[in-house]
């Protein structure tokens, strides 16, 4: 084997390396994003905590949402926190 022939062996390798480590992040992120950007005001969620509640406000800019969880009792929450909607809002 010659050593441009090596060289390009270690490229490729080193490429394919990165390609294994990188995609699923990607692919994992935008599956995030789409989730995220079907969530709207008045939509009822489950928490990866397991809170169930309604969403009030969401800012999309400052990665908070506020929940309410009980009459009267609203948390804000991080966007990432949302597992998603109730099973059966899905259908709508």
Known sequence: MNQASGEWFWLILIAMMALAV???????????????????????????????GTLTHIDFEKDVARLQIAEGVEIEILIGAIHGKRADQNER
């Open 22 to 52: 990188y995609l699923p992040r990607w692919a994992a992120q935008r599956r995030r994003k789409q989730k995220e950007s079907t969530l709207v005001v008045g939509d009822q969620v489950l928490t990866i905590g397991g809170l169930l």
